[in-house]
């Protein structure tokens, strides 16, 4: 089971002081609080895209490139890296090139962010969400699966005989998650290729989640990638923590109300009840945290948001030393004790270049039947492909 943290990069002002960080201030405590993720024995630091105030991580690659060699042993991810708007070479090519900067130590979630006017910025229409992120994402398993691609498409100019650089590190391309909060498409997508899915559940319910889930998984099983509590799955989740209940409410409630995602809304208490969101004491983070098995099953990654809505950076390194200390542990060892033994743990690349060998050295063939699978696509507006 991996454990980590993601951050959405927010510039907010300290609803306690008035004051607001500069950009420059919020990217070196995001960077400070990744290298104490690693410190505290976190799995995972991942990083959101974002082109817009108040946001700051408009280059996620440049960001983990420097955390690679800040670092020695934490994954580095994103949170969001945008399939519709990023040109597929370019992501061929910088997250290739990051692998090689962090020796594997890294993978990337894809998704198609949730600001409706980034596509004009980068001249796409917004309205062609979904078959760009199908589209783009078929380029990019190409450029990665195949050293020389010819490739033409509906909506970037034709490739011939192009060969990305540098080439995926021991031959094996980055693990990829895809993230939806909404979009069916998106599972099956995901289900399609063998992909992980991440259900970043922090603002609706979960029964909403879940649906989405079991489709994942049903559709992985369709597949032939393994049984349906085989596949790979991913959750959010946010906390704030404090030694007691009573003192975590207090403290956190000022920022909750004035948060730019979700202030002026539903209150602590309806938020806390209706989402994973937990303020309370390590117990309870604890508690409510393994109740996501129940709803999910068996996952293998779960991430947190816990430096938003202008939490000072010296609050944030406090959550991040209680949820090394006192809450981590607990989670990993109860959840890996329930997980079965033909379950998989989170992806690794070393695991991925050792399962890659393996395959080979039993001489898989692939069958005529599976040689015979359409590429998915959109029909009448729905993905389909398979058997």
């Known amino acids: 089971m991996q454990f980590g943290i993601f951050t959405v990069g927010d510039v907010t002002t300290d609803p306690t002081t008035g004051r607001t960080p500069t950009e420059g201030e919020r990217i070196k405590a995001m960077m400070t609080i990744a290298k104490h993720a690693e410190d505290v024995g976190l799995d995972v630091f991942a990083t959101g895209e974002h082109h817009n105030e108040p946001f700051v991580p408009s280059s996620p690659t440049t960001m983990l490139g420097y955390l690679a060699a800040q670092t020695s042993r934490i994954i580095l991810s994103t949170s969001t890296t945008l399939i519709t708007t990023n040109d ?13 900067l962090s020796d594997g130590r890294m993978d990337l979630m894809l998704g198609r962010g949730n600001t409706a006017p980034v596509y004009p910025w980068f001249g796409q229409d917004g309205r062609n969400a979904l078959p760009l992120t199908i589209e783009n994402y078929q380029l990019l398993r190409e450029l990665w699966d195949n050293h020389t691609v010819s490739w033409e498409g509906r909506f970037r100019t034709p490739l011939q005989g192009f060969t990305s650089t540098p080439r995926p590190l021991d031959g094996v391309a980055p693990f990829v998650w895809h993230g939806s909060i909404r979009t069916p498409q998106i599972a099956e997508l995901a289900a399609y290729y063998g992909d992980g899915f991440f259900a970043n559940h922090i603002f609706w319910p979960k029964e909403h989640f879940a649906q989405l889930i079991g489709l994942y ?32 409410v207090r403290e956190f409630r000022p920022y909750f109300d004035n948060a730019p995602v979700y202030g002026n809304g539903p209150s602590l208490e309806d938020f806390t009840d209706m989402t994973p969101l937990t303020v309370g004491s390590p117990q309870e983070v604890i508690d409510k945290t393994l109740t996501f098995r129940e709803t999910f099953g068996d996952y293998q990654r779960q991430m947190f948001l816990i430096d938003h809505a202008g939490l000072p950076l010296a609050t944030v390194l406090e959550q991040l030393d209680l949820l090394g200390s006192e809450v981590i542990p607990v989670l990993r060892r109860e959840l890996d004790a329930l997980r079965p033994a033909d379950v998989p743990g989170g992806p690794t690349h070393a695991d991925r270049v050792a399962a890659r060998e393996a395959a080979t050295a039993t001489d898989v063939v692939e069958t005529a039947d599976d040689d015979a699978q359409l590429t998915p696509g959109l029909v009448d507006g729905a993905l389909v492909g398979g058997r």
């Open 217 to 248: 998984r049903e559709r992985y099983e369709h597949y032939g990638h393994g049984r349906a509590d085989q596949a790979i799955v991913g959750l959010g989740g946010q906390v704030f923590l404090r030694k007691n209940s009573q003192d975590a």
């Open 88 to 100: 597929p070479v370019k992501i061929a090519e910088d997250y290739a090139m990051l692998q090689h």
